[in-house]
């Protein structure tokens, strides 16, 4: 049995009941349930149809999201988040070369890096560099001026807490970020780079080992065998190269804005909603989420 659902940004109300009840009669699904009016709603279909992916394309031109996906254990006992583009809105590094006066090159190389057109490692280890001698007090600033939350975070978080999830944040980035975002969001657990300082100013250089893909397919595997559960008990959701690992290895595995590359090997996309996508995802009503 799959579940075939459809969302939208939320207060787009992009979703029509005629829209919905027309494409689960064109799927001969069953069950159709509102999980927010015009905003998000579910069926069930016995198969996945082979008009799957150039409906998914009409859907993408009206703003609507859709993912089909079995129908069994969707709901998740643990979440595996990224955190630049995915929990908050910015890339952490590209913000401090804004500070370093190095912000062009810096984003151009990140979003290379994260489309998978050169190594994690090496790209992580030439951006850091760019940033040697920057003062260390630069950034707790650019995490209060220049860092948004990605909408429907918080959300997330409380909703699947709420309901006895684990939630993990795995970051190519910095702990010096993560901490902060763990820690504001609720995430119980948090990893990621280190930058390292001497004098009060960044060397130019990240320590090692450097976290980077494998490094988030190994979280995936330790924080899963701790807890008793598996791989397919997870929920991971990125943006980037780096994270196609978690992505696939998951039991759902969600490309949230994501990069084309990504996209391309991840069947779970979410374009148009936010994260409280995620919770849709799982069959959870707009109506049981817990607001923190």
Known sequence: MFVTTLLCQPGQTAITPNLAQSLCNAWGGRDLTWLAPREAVEFECLQSPDTLWQVWQEMQAQNIDLVMQPSA?????????????????????DELAVEAGVGDEVSQITARAMNGELDFEQALQERT???KGLAVEIIDKVYQTRITYMPGGAQLLATMKANGAYADLVSG???????????????DSHRANRLLQADHSLTGEVGLPI?????????????TAARGLTPQDVLAVGDGANDLGMLQLAGTGVALHAKPMVQEQVSVRINHGDLTALLYLQGYSSSQFVTP
Do not use: P, W, Y
């Open 73 to 93: 254990g969707r709901r998740k006992k643990m979440l595996l988040a990224d955190m630049d583009s995915t929990m908050i809105e910015q890339e952490c590094i």
């Open 129 to 131: 560099g760019l940033l």
């Open 173 to 187: 980035g910095f702990t010096d970020f993560t901490a902060k975002v763990a820690s504001t969001l609720g995430f």
């Open 211 to 223: 976290l980077g893909r494998e490094a988030k397919v190994t979280a995936l595997n330790e924080l």
